[in-house]
């Protein structure tokens, strides 16, 4: 049967290669631009003439808005089809793209930034399920593999991409350079994006539901912006704890008692979709964390430069760009299910090591642990996307891929937050409130690895989850 399933794909995607390009490069591109603008923040505050917590809202605006409405696209593909919702979705970026980079003002470009963040939305909702279905079984876990690894590699290389562009040319052309490159890219998607779809013959939208998922994304990620600044006794966050609250319980009542609710919640009821999603959300904290303490301290403590942090930080994608599709290979043709727990416990031994490295400042020994962290993570992500979309029906295919997208993106903004919190409170405690970097290299060497302590905890917390899903797949 699964070798009937293969002949057909061949047959229906000849050019399933191709797609498979399109639909990463599109990818790399959304999740290059939620995070490159951090890099250049400075010299766009600059440009602007305004405070840093006005520009902070050309990141906020974006992050808000695409997770948001990943979950909305995601059941809204139900009825368009993907591939015109990936089209759609593309042609909203790319444009945007511009509109940023010509913006005259800042409110133009926090404006232009949701325009562009909701066409992200749009393509990175559906990415996954697209690699998914034109792939036949035998290559689903490589291309599996491949979206996780562009995920990864993009969020890790956005900072060194934009301190270059930034530097060379400007910051308006960290948004300007996706328009050549959108417009070729569109035109081959426009040409080769074509797979059999199923499709709802009407849009029957969640609209309450819809609402009330929206305002709970947002008013969580503003939550988590506003603890990671340090604001944690402000009205604000009062607040926006509040409408969080509210409107959480809001959405699970709604969806309880829909006829056509927006997120089906019996799914998860089914423990091989829930428990590595969950698992899912751990080891993007973990990795997030490091991502945002990772220069402070090479800056901070080894008093490097940021093109010498950038070349330290490249050796994470460079493995993961070789090590997920090869992984993906690997569970294609043994379908070995315990891959990800090896995977998510090398990353979480790794980091209890990188915390004793951070102490001990041995640099070749904290470089050297990044080959082994990489490399866990690139084990955990191939088999456990593959796994996620295969625990849903094909029909569901669309909902899979923007919940998995939702946690990943919220996994992202917990760990960055949370490791922003963990080293201010540290900092404060160890009575130093100036500049992080230019803090005493022992208090802040020893700040870096309680949080890499607390990112090992939450990867061994998702290797148990996994164990669990595979235990109780053994049960029944």
């Not at 229906?12 to 990818?27: E, F, K, Q, S, Y």
């Not at 809202?57 to 909305?72: D, F, G, K, N, Q």
């Not at 593909?77 to 591939?83: A, I, M, N, W």
């Not at 066409?119 to 909702?125: D, E, K, N, Q, W």
């Amino acid at each position: 049967m699964a070798a009937e399933t293969e002949i057909a794909h061949e047959v229906l995607n000849p050019h399933r290669g191709i797609i498979r390009a399109i639909v990463l490069i599109a990818t790399a591109m959304a999740v290059i631009d939620g995070i490159v603008v951090s890099i250049a923040l400075p010299t766009i505050t600059r440009a602007f003439s305004t405070g840093i917590a006005q520009s902070q809202w050309i990141i906020s605006a974006y992050l808000v808005t695409e997770t948001s409405l990943l979950l909305v696209f995601g059941r809204i593909s139900d009825f368009t089809g993907k591939r015109r919702l990936f089209l759609a979705g593309f042609i909203l970026f790319t444009a945007s793209s511009l509109a940023c980079g010509l913006s005259s003002g800042l409110y133009d470009l926090v404006l232009y930034r949701v325009l562009q963040a909701s066409g992200a939305a749009m393509i990175f909702s559906i990415s996954a399920a697209i690699m998914f279905e034109v792939s036949p079984r035998g290559e689903q876990g490589r291309a599996m593999g491949y979206v996780g690894a562009t995920v990864a590699v993009a969020g890790i290389a956005a900072p060194i991409f934009g301190g270059f562009i930034t530097d060379t040319l400007g910051w308006e052309y960290i948004f300007l350079i996706n328009v050549p490159i959108g417009v070729v890219v569109l035109i081959l998607a426009a040409r080769y994006i074509r797979f059999p779809e199923q499709k709802t013959g009407t849009l029957r939208m969640d609209w309450p539901g819809s609402v009330s998922m929206v305002v709970s994304i947002v008013s969580l990620v503003l939550l988590l912006n506003e603890i990671s600044g340090g604001r944690i006794f402000s009205p604000l966050l009062l607040i926006y704890l509040l409408v969080f609250s509210l409107s959480f319980i809001l959405f699970l009542a709604v969806e309880r008692r829909s006829s056509h609710p927006l997120l089906d919640l019996s799914v998860f009821r089914n423990l091989k979709f829930t428990l590595p999603n969950a698992a899912l959300l751990c080891i993007f904290c973990a990795f997030f964390m490091v991502n945002l303490v990772g220069p402070f301290y090479f800056e901070g403590v080894m008093d490097m430069k940021p093109s010498q942090v950038g070349l330290v930080f490249l050796i994470m994608p460079v493995i993961m760009v070789v090590a997920s599709p090869a992984t993906g290979w690997l569970y294609d043709r043994w379908q070995w299910n315990y891959l990800p727990v090896i995977g998510i416990t090398l990353t979480g031994i790794s980091m209890l090591l990188l915390a004793y490295g951070a102490l001990s400042m041995e640099l070749s020994l904290i470089v050297l642990l990044f080959i082994p962290l990489s490399l866990g993570s690139a084990l955990f992500q191939s088999p456990s996307n593959t796994e996620i979309m295969r625990a849903l029906p094909v029909e569901k295919a669309g909902l899979a891929s923007s919940v998995s997208a939702t946690i990943r993106n919220l996994g992202m903004t917990i760990g960055v937050s949370l490791a922003g919190i963990l080293l201010s409170l540290q900092m404060h405690a160890g009575g130093y409130f100036g500049a992080v970097e230019e803090a005493p290299e022992t208090l802040l060497s020893g700040c870096i690895s309680n949080i890499m302590i607390i990112g090992a905890c939450f990867c061994f917390t998702g290797a148990v989850l996994y164990l669990a899903k595979n235990l109780s797949i053994l049960d029944s």
